[in-house]
């Protein structure tokens, strides 16, 4: 597609819940990242993504956290267990090659909220 | 560990005048890259410009420059003749040493008024 697709753009969800979230990058992008932004905060790194693999996971917040991308395109972050605190804006960002100077491309994003 | 300070939550401009949004970084690393978005109400960050470490030439794209201080350790983003559409979000990133990923500043709310 011409740009980064999150889908659903919202979710509401109850505490406890699992829930997934879906990230569609630039088609070629073998880089893939998720990113976390609080309100009022910018965002934060949970994990990234060169082609299938997890090349830093250091972000991932709890191992209520976990994501995958098993064709090397589309990415899932899944959230298990869903707490009030994991409410905040999911981005995620594709770039054609990690470090790209051309910078990262993101998505408008998925508003989780927890309830 | 890497970090972005900016220190100016809130920005007010009129249109047509300059405006600098400050942001400072910390590493250890020499070799990183420093970004710059733009995030409008609807919440897609926007890349705006990017500064290598290497780079002995101040950025620009068009109406956007990166008043880049090597030594201060600052790369204000400097946005030229603003315009309405320019209120929003700016956050400062950077990327360092061989990490791919961004660290983002708190970001600047800058707002153009008449």
């Known amino acids: 597609g011409a740009g980064v697709s999150q889908t659903p753009s919202n979710k509401v969800t109850e505490k406890g819940k699992y829930v997934e979230l879906r990230c569609d990058p630039i088609?070629?992008?073998?880089?893939l990242y998720w990113y976390r932004q609080s309100l009022g905060q910018g965002p934060e790194f949970l994990i990234y993504?060169?082609?299938?693999?997890?090349?830093?996971d250091s972000g991932l917040p709890n191992d209520r956290f976990f994501a995958v991308r098993p064709e090397g395109s589309v990415s899932t972050l899944k959230i298990q267990r869903t707490e009030r605190g994991d409410s905040a804006v999911y981005l995620c960002?594709?770039?054609?090659?990690?470090?790209?100077?051309?910078?990262?491309?993101f998505g408008s994003g998925t508003r989780l909220t927890v309830v | 560990a890497q970090k972005i300070t900016q220190t100016q939550p809130g920005m007010f401009v009129q249109e047509k005048e300059a405006v600098t949004l400050d942001c400072t970084y910390d590493t250890s690393d020499q070799s990183y890259g420093l970004f710059w978005y733009k995030q409008p109400s609807s919440g897609e960050m926007i890349f705006l410009i990017y500064q290598g470490s290497y780079d002995e030439q101040n950025a620009t794209e068009g109406r956007y420059s990166l008043n880049f201080q090597k030594a201060r350790k600052s790369a204000n983003l400097v946005i030229s003749a603003s315009q309405l559409g320019d209120s929003a979000m700016y956050f400062c990133?950077?990327?360092?040493?061989?990490?791919?990923?961004?660290?983002f500043g708190t970001g600047t709310r800058l707002q153009v008024t008449l």
């Open positions: 960002a594709s770039s054609l090659t990690p470090g790209s100077s051309y910078g990262y491309t």
């Open positions: 993504f060169q082609g299938t693999g997890a090349a830093d």
């Open positions: 088609s070629g992008h073998t880089a």
């Open positions: 990133a950077m990327e360092s040493g061989t990490a791919s990923k961004l660290t």
